[in-house]
């Protein structure tokens, strides 16, 4: 058992999605502790490699993982915007949306 000052919660104390393997609490742990590689991976059961990964970051977060910048892959730009500005001055529900503008945006 690992040895340390504050209690580390372990994996079975964090709930987890199920391809999850870490939490942030669980890699600011590693990232703190003193501890070997070796005890770490045993004490989570993770592969070395992702103690070392977690080691050697800066921060405990996940990465965004989206594109940089949302867009939309079926409307044009001025598509978009008719939308946005119709929804704005109207304030309609969404299924009024789609039977207002199916006739001026026709792939819409």
């Known amino acids: 058992m690992i040895k340390c000052e504050k209690k580390i919660p372990s994996r079975e104390e964090l709930w987890l999605h199920g391809c999850a393997k870490t939490t942030e609490t669980i890699r600011r742990a590693i990232q703190n502790s003193k501890e070997s590689i070796a005890k770490l991976s045993k004490y989570y059961n993770l592969n070395p490699k992702t103690i070392v990964k977690w080691k050697k970051r800066l921060f405990a ?42 006739t001026s945006i026709p792939h819409f």
Not at 93 to 98: E, F, G, Q
Request: overall charge negative; cysteine-free; proline content about 5%.
């Open 61 to 102: 977060r996940d990465a965004d993982m989206g594109p940089k910048h949302a867009r939309s892959t079926v409307l044009t730009l001025e598509e978009e915007a008719v939308i946005v500005a119709f929804r704005k001055h109207t304030l309609l529900p969404l299924d009024d949306y789609l039977y207002a503008l199916q």
